[in-house]
């Protein structure tokens, strides 16, 4: 699977596509398998603080709960509704499902995160079996 | 298969199967409401005894009365301490005149056959551990029948649930074949000898016959959430050596006008005393899913823990996000507010009834 160049990834499997002081957050292919079903998406309200490396939600598959980790710190300035009614979409389109769009706080956070290929990489590394 | 594995009490075991065959926790359940699905359950364990005093050996150990079981029929049971809590919940299949069958846990195979041999030892049967030498597969749904008739020279037809017949499944002779299910479905359980080729090959050609009924291979994940929808009990949730038979409202299975069995006592003096908790299921209001663990609260503003979630889990089928739970008999009835304590929040639930799903009765 080609994990789009648009973005930047973490080790936990989420995703932030920036769009000058935007950024979208979302999770990986790699993340949607991993899980199964998705069920339930929990997000923060719109307003709040988010951090870097910190859970912001949390994702439910139908036989467990996993939490969602900021790739970069900010304020919640919108969250995806239709993840409320339709989680299964995340299942669906994983890279096109952005969960929540955060005001950066500090642009200089995403260097520290991996490009695609770096993620593609890691992901291979990671799976072994 | 690529199915994502798991350590089941020691067992390797499938969660679920890949999407790319038809698989996923909710792709398998509906498989299982609709059609049918195929289940290796052979790690659940077999216990045999025989002998003259067979009868009154599993009469002493077992809660139901197995003497209103023919030969060929089988019920549901468990094994008690003597304080009327659960060794574990079994199906008691009558196989011939002095021979029966006790189909167990996993979980719970060397403890069961340590107690069942320990507590027989008066009784002229034997006790053999049986749990080795099966494959046990289990073929669940509407479709079932369909499916397996096609491998066996059985009349399925004649078989009712919870019977047993023996026939050639697959070309191996004498097999038994159970009505049987934990899925709350029609579907059969065979034993088949635990030859890995044999096993495998059954495995294949039954997954071929089912092929025109869309069969799906089923893990624990599915497993779980058809249980949970029916209201089986799994042990060390509903059921365990700290509950006993009324507080897990199993009552219709224990047949007190039995002279005696161990647990008896204990549970005559529980029913005057009257139960301090009972289970009840639980439908989430609020938006949440309820989990195994979670604390049940109060709906009141004081929202005080009554209670606990033993099994908790969206229900595929129902679509709802259900739970089993212990909690107060003054909140039993239907229809109860109460909250569940979800990360930090109490989120909002109601007593329903239960069995969450019954299975439509054929018209």
Redesign the interface.
């Known amino acids: 699977m080609a994990y789009p160049s648009d973005r930047k990834y973490t080790k936990q499997h989420e995703w932030i596509q920036v769009s000058g002081t935007t950024g979208s957050v979302g999770i990986t292919d790699h993340a949607q398998e991993e899980l199964?079903?998705i069920?339930?998406v929990?997000l923060p309200k719109v307003g709040s603080e988010v951090t870097a490396g910190k859970t912001f939600g949390?994702v439910?598959?139908?036989?467990a709960?996993s939490d969602l980790y900021s790739p970069a710190s900010g304020t919640v300035t919108e969250t995806n509704g239709t993840l409320?009614t339709s989680p299964e979409t995340v299942n669906k389109d994983p890279h096109g499902s952005w969960m929540m769009k955060i005001t950066l706080k500090n642009s200089a956070e995403l260097d520290a995160l991996l490009s695609s290929a770096d993620y593609e990489k890691f992901v291979a590394e990671e799976g072994g079996h | 298969m690529g199915a994502?594995m798991v350590d089941f009490n020691g067992w390797d075991m499938p969660?679920?199967y890949p999407a790319s065959i038809g698989g996923?926790?909710?792709n398998e359940h509906m498989a299982v409401r609709t059609g049918v699905g195929i289940f290796d359950v052979s790690h659940m364990g077999d216990i045999r005894l025989a002998g003259p005093e067979a009868l009154a050996a599993v009469q002493h150990i077992s809660m139901n009365d197995a003497s209103r079981l023919a030969v060929g029929q089988a019920q549901y049971s468990a094994l008690l301490y003597p304080q009327g809590t659960f060794v574990d919940d079994v199906i008691v299949h009558r196989l011939g005149e002095d021979q029966y069958l006790l189909v167990i846990n996993a979980g719970t195979r060397e403890k069961d056959f340590n107690w069942v041999r320990d507590n027989t030892r008066n009784f002229d049967c034997a006790v053999e551990n049986l749990s080795d030498d099966f494959t046990q597969i289990a073929i669940q749904g509407p479709k079932g029948v369909d499916v397996l008739q096609k491998l066996t020279d059985a009349d399925l037809s004649t078989v009712k649930f919870y019977w047993v017949t023996r026939g050639s499944v697959c070309g191996l002779k004498n097999i038994l074949i159970a009505r049987t299910g934990y899925t709350a479905e029609d579907g059969f359980e065979i034993y088949i000898p635990a030859d890995e080729a044999a096993s495998a090959r059954v495995w294949n050609e039954v997954l071929s016959a089912g092929k025109e009924f869309a069969i799906v291979p089923c893990g624990l994940?599915a497993r779980?959430?058809l249980r949970l929808e029916g209201k089986l009990p799994l042990y060390g949730h509903e059921i365990s050596d700290t509950i006993n038979v009324w507080e897990a409202g199993l009552d219709r299975f224990c047949k007190m006008e039995k002279p005696d069995f161990i647990g008896r006592a204990a549970l005559e003096k529980a029913k005057a005393e009257g139960v301090k908790r009972t289970l009840v299921g639980l439908e989430m209001t609020e938006?949440?899913?309820a989990?195994d663990g979670y604390k049940v609260l109060n709906s009141d503003s004081d929202g005080r823990e009554i209670g606990y979630v033993t099994s908790g889990?969206?229900a595929?089928f129902l679509k709802k996000n259900i739970a089993l739970a212990y909690g107060p008999p003054a909140f039993a009835a239907v229809g109860t507010p109460v909250k569940v304590e979800i990360?930090g929040q109490g989120v909002g639930a109601q007593v329903v009834p239960t069995p969450f799903y019954k299975r439509p009765k054929k018209a």
């Open positions: 199964g079903d069920v339930f929990e949390s439910e598959s139908v036989k709960v409320a | 994502k969660v679920e996923g926790v909710i994940g779980n959430t938006r949440g899913i989990r889990s969206p595929p990360r």
